[in-house]
């Protein structure tokens, strides 16, 4: 379902757009839906046939998405197995400083080798009332003040439900726009939308190495843009709206971690604006690649950072339980091959 069905449904009802906006301000904040204000109660602002169709419309915006199981992990952060109104799942992951990462796809099209959820090709698209259920979800466990679309799914094949999920997240959600956060491998279509919004959210990219050939080996189903000019179309939406770039860079041994592979980054990204964040790689079983050493990992920090590239260490959330994106979806569909997941 779309944001705007949902609109269309409360207004097919008798409600008008301050009631709509009432309605989605505490859906989105994981609020009963008629929820008023200790001056007014839900009789006084919400016309009849909003009221009578109040318990049916609690159970459609229930079943967008609802807790299949949670994973704590020791970094304070938990990954939330999501299943969706029609039985699929993703993921989604409450992150420590009241951040979460959602996902807009049921799996993924880009096929990146060291990921999981690329494994299983692309299923469906998530709707953008689908997207926002997975915050709305969210809060009901914790504050959620940062979103960040970095689960399962490339989000500029979406694009359309992603922006719309976005545009509300930033206004009715109360998140400030930089602390929204689009998640690409690329996509053109990504660089020509995002400035028309009413809404900007910031960018990543994952760029994952600076040579064209190995990131098209990495990422086979991306755009097969030159990392240059993907680094010059970043640059010039951090400088229109003010927030840096954020790079991601999974770091793989022997494949992108070598000093030839960390002078191009300075090549790319020197005296712009902008942040590399290097993710050791989330080992799998009988996979064929591993994370650096820790003490290589430091090293290449210190590289970059010393020669003027803001370089952060970012460590997927939940590594310590299993729980890279795409690998508790891939369990929980392959229980016979698993153990059950912790349920609350």
Partial sequence: MKIADFHQRLA??????????????????????DTGTRQQQARDF????????????????????????????????????????DGQMVESVLLPRDGLCVSSQVGCAVGCVFCMTGRSGLLR????????????????????????????????????NVLEAIDL????GDIGHKNLVFSTVGDPRVFERLPQGRVKPALALSLHSSDAGLRRRLLPHAPHIDPQELVELAEAYARRTGYPIQYQWTLLEG?????????????????????????????????DYRRPEGERIV????YLHGRGVLTKVRNSAGQDIDGGCGQLRARAIQPARSRPPRTR
Avoid: C
């Fill in 46 to 85: 919400l016309p009849l046939g909003v009221r009578e169709a109040m318990p049916e419309l609690h159970a459609t915006v229930a079943g967008l998405a609802r807790l299949r199981s949670e994973h704590p992990a020791a970094d304070g952060s938990a990954r939330l197995l999501v299943e969706l109104g």
């Fill in 169 to 172: 997240l930033g206004t009715a």
């Fill in 125 to 160: 698209q998530l709707g953008s009332a689908e997207i926002v259920a997975q915050v709305a979800l969210a809060r009901r466990f914790r504050p959620v003040k940062k979103v960040v679309f970095m689960g399962m799914g490339e989000p500029a094949h979406n694009l359309d």
């Fill in 12 to 33: 097919d009802l008798g409600a008008k757009s301050p009631h709509i906006g009432r309605i989605d301000r505490a859906w989105l904040h994981g609020w009963p839906l």
């Fill in 299 to 302: 090293g290449l920090v210190r």
């Fill in 255 to 287: 494949i992108n971690d070598s000093l030839e592979e960390m002078d191009g980054i300075l090549r790319l990204l020197r005296g712009k604006y902008a942040v590399m964040n290097l993710i050791p790689y989330n080992s799998l079983e009988a996979d």
